[in-house]
């Protein structure tokens, strides 16, 4: 049994084979660790370091059965029934992919040069350190035209990321940064929210979107929709006939499934998913199973969302399926179990449905989105970590000292005005001859 991308789904897959004596399970991932992703945008703005939301798989999978092993899989040779991966090939039984979403720019792959999206640790430093850096530009910037330009931050996509994003930049400009510049108030900042679609988290009943609306302006989100973006550089956001200069893009608008899915040549979705059958396999390999964001499952005539839950579910299945085979025993098909879905938009705003039935707005949303991401959260150190800092900030409206620029960004920053730079050192005096020791008789 080879499994690819421990993330919610695989992980839980490997679990639920994890006491099968008969099964042999390696678990394949490019990175070490597992990742809790709904919460990435909170390292993207500085509430919680990396460590907070991740963990070594080798510590999370302890099974005897069990390997785990670090490596970048390539592609997937079906008539072979091996795994490529760099540097050789792991042959399977039974292959599990669920390695996955990725980053979609409809078709401009060079906007991710300029607009970062947020699927990993390295993009949510990569988008803190954006941030940070944007406001010590501003607070060296003599030029009035292009202070504004740093202390506009542009989020475009207006799905949960794009919301949660938007939310907890306008709150720290707020609340977290203020006392730490001297020529800048960052309050004065522009956070705006692009969207093409009519309302924000289109996927939410439209009352939802309407009250995540009205809390994004609460919290001085500029929030635009039907703004269908056209153009992205270095030097702002383009839609329609409006330009907005600024120097700090962040994506938040498509995804699409893992390319990996695409080397198994069976039909695909327009997001790159694979098509699965009732028993989540891929159409014509009922050895391959597919799971997560890469497996487009329907149910009702609905899609089944692209969030953790769903993924769990999923791998848990997978692994029941794979221990129900073996055993002769017979499959079923899979069924989905909404528990709801949350997007957090501020300090004590968030929305969401529970069950598919109650829908929720407010502090009482955000108190159960809390409670539901602290008990997904993997170690008893990392929700201890987390509940502590969330405390600390929802009573002090403060933060953490996690405002921290690892790279080397000096280069980047603009010159100093005349005005603000240090004295000249005084000319250097000619260098006198070293003196001569003098005999002493």
Do not use: C
């Amino acid at each position: 049994m080879v499994i690819v991308g421990a993330g919610f789904g695989g992980l839980q897959a490997a679990k639920a084979l994890g006491k099968a004596d008969n099964v042999r399970v390696t678990v394949v991932d490019r990175y070490n660790h597992h990742l809790f992703q709904p919460l990435l945008y909170q390292v993207a703005t500085a509430v919680l370091n990396p460590a907070d939301i991740s963990a070594p798989i080798r510590s999370v999978l302890h099974a005897r059965n069990t390997e785990v092993m670090l490596a970048e899989a390539k592609s997937v040779d079906t008539r072979r029934k091996v795994l490529v991966i760099e540097g050789g090939e792991i042959p399977y039984d039974s292959l599990v992919l669920g390695t996955g979403a990725t980053h979609s720019y409809f078709k401009h792959p060079e906007w991710d040069r300029v607009a970062p999206g947020l699927k990993t640790l390295e993009d949510a430093v990569r988008i803190r350190e954006r941030v940070l850096t944007a406001f010590e530009a501003a607070e060296r910037e003599s030029d009035p035209v292009r202070q504004r330009e740093w202390m506009t931050f542009v989020i475009i996509g207006a799905g949960p990321t794009g919301v949660e994003l938007a939310g907890a930049l306008a709150y720290m400009t707020r609340h977290s940064l203020p006392k730490d510049f001297r020529r800048i108030d960052t309050r004065e900042a522009r956070v705006i929210l692009l969207e093409g679609l009519p309302r924000v988290l289109s996927a939410y009943p439209e009352v939802l979107s309407e009250a995540a609306k009205r809390d994004l302006e609460k919290l001085h989100v500029e929030v635009r929709t039907g703004a269908m973006v056209t153009d992205v550089d270095a030097e702002g956001v383009t839609f329609g006939d409006e330009h907005i200069s600024t120097r700090t893009v962040l994506w938040g608008a498509g995804v699409a499934a893992s390319p990996l899915v695409r080397s198994l040549e069976v039909p695909l979705d327009r997001a790159g998913r694979v098509k699965v059958t009732p028993l989540l396999t891929a159409p014509g390999l009922s050895d391959v199973y597919v799971i997560g964001d890469v497996a487009a499952v329907e149910q009702h005539g609905k899609p089944v969302p692209g969030i953790a839950p769903a993924a769990m579910q999923m791998g848990r299945h997978v692994g029941k399926t794979i221990r129900d085979r073996l055993a002769n025993r017979p499959l079923r098909a899979f069924r989905y179990h909404d528990k709801g879905s949350f997007a957090v938009i501020g300090r004590g705003y968030a929305v969401g449905v529970l069950f598919d039935k109650w829908r929720m707005k407010g502090l009482p949303a955000w108190m159960v989105w809390a409670g539901v991401h602290i008990a997904y959260l993997i170690g008893f150190r990392n929700r201890i970590s987390v509940m502590l800092n969330w405390g600390y900030t929802f009573f002090t409206k403060g933060g953490r000292d996690l405002r921290l620029i690892t790279g080397k960004v000096s280069p980047r920053m603009p010159a100093l005005a005349s005005s603000t730079q240090a004295p000249a050192l005084p000319p250097a005096q000619p260098e006198l001859p070293a003196p001569r020791s003098v005999p002493v008789h």
